[in-house]
């Protein structure tokens, strides 16, 4: 890399670290019943595939540790927002499955974020959204892979 694409590649990762904590922040103070954004994420996550998972497939998923998965799952569960089981088939691993009170959770967590990211999306303008977009998931499927 030259002196001149080592700029640009750090620029390109400071603006999106940046505006990754801004954005999370943004979220996580109109999130419902203290709901963290992790939290969110696996009941969207859940509520998408609607099948059973297990803690080792949701933590790949989230390219996090199963440590930190299962740390994710004990306060969902708490909540009362998932429901883990033994796996009928092999008593050494669990599913996990989102709950009906869950599905609300979700449901009140995309109501209080919508008002949030629809003003972002309106602000920039829904032309450089859509242009951002390809980049984004190019970066996105190119970071994936390593």
Known sequence: MTDTQDALAISLFSELLMADQ????????????????????????????????????LARSFHVTRGAMTNTLAKLEVAGYIHIRPDWDDARRKMVAISPAGVRA?????????????ETVRELGSDKVRAALPVLRDLRLKLEVK
């Open 22 to 57: 801004l954005l999370r922040n943004r979220l996580t103070r109109v999130l419902p019943n203290r709901m963290e954004i992790s939290h969110f994420s696996v009941l969207n996550h859940l509520a998408r595939v609607q099948e059973e998972r297990t803690p080792a497939q």
């Open 106 to 118: 979700r449901e009140a967590a995309l109501a209080a974020m919508a008002p949030v990211i629809s």
